[in-house]
């Protein structure tokens, strides 16, 4: 089948050409991402692949069903870049990387959490100009602390077992609670309880009409002072001046973002020689208690070859007719 595969970078070009060996879909690799500005590019192609920042709107499915996609299969577990309804109207289906792992990013959103805690980043920095003073790199040990998680998911749940082996209290809220979690040594409550009591919150709910901005200026009225607060799921969770004004004021301890609301202007290229115009994202850097990182936590070897090849599995199977297990529809569909 002919693929035009979107945002893609050195890394998908070479393995995803190497995983096509068992399949021979004829890919077309695109640098640019899938905007209204770039739908030409996918005209004839009966699928597209996209990423996370490609803008899969209701205008750019109407310009792909009109050039003859059918398919688009996007290689992330998220899928809020597309607009779903728009899809089925036009008869596109769409797929998404249900299963790859979720301990890629549960074990990044660990990482800048012992990062943030104990100052890690600015420690890197200090010693290699010949600083090795101490002062302002004190943390606290995560032993017996309460941590809350936001969506107990694949992702959340594999942040919460690593947390309880750190003996720590872990609280979640999720919807659909999941028994795992609970088998863990971890318990459920409110998303008002778990806000209120964490001391390191780490969120892993999709983005959604009912979790965009969960934290926000009313929620982060009632966290304890100096919450730590990591997001590795969706930058649009967090009103992010409402995260400024809580780092301001002391009520936030520590940011760590892996993922920016904005960040689909900026992530995923190097702007090092570039103007940035975005001044929330030049405010949260000036912080010397935030740490940002370009959208990489599921960036491992074995997650990037699960993800490469369930996509070019499905799309073998939609191209064959066969059931498309890892299919997304829109809400009641
Ligand atoms: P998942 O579907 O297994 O889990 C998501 C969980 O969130 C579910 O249990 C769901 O019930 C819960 N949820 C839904 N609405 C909620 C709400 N209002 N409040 C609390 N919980 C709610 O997904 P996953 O594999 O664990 O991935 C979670 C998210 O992580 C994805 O949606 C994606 O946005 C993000 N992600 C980020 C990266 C990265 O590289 N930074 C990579 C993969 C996934």
New binding site residues.
Partial sequence: MRVAVFSAKRYDRALLAEANAAHGHDLTFQEARLEAGTVSLAQGYPAVSVFVNDEVDAGVLAALAAGGTRLVATR???FNQIDLEAAARHGIRVVRVTDYS?HS?AEFAVGLLLALNRHLHRAYERTRSGNFELDGLMGFDLHGRTVGV???????RAFGRIMAGFGCRVIG????P?PDFEAAGARYAP?EAVMGEAEVLSL?????P??RHVVNAESLARVRRGLLLVN???GGLVDTQAAIDALKDGRLGGLAI??YEQEADLFFRDLSSEIISDDLIQRLVSFPNVLLTG????FTREAIGTILATTLASITAFERGEDLVNEVRPPGA
């Fill in positions: 992330s577990t998220g979720p990013v936001v969506g107990t998911g694949k992702i959340g809220h999720d919807p659909c999941h998303l892993h709910c999709p983005l959604t009912a979790t590795t799921s969706r892996d993922v959208h990489q936590a599921f």
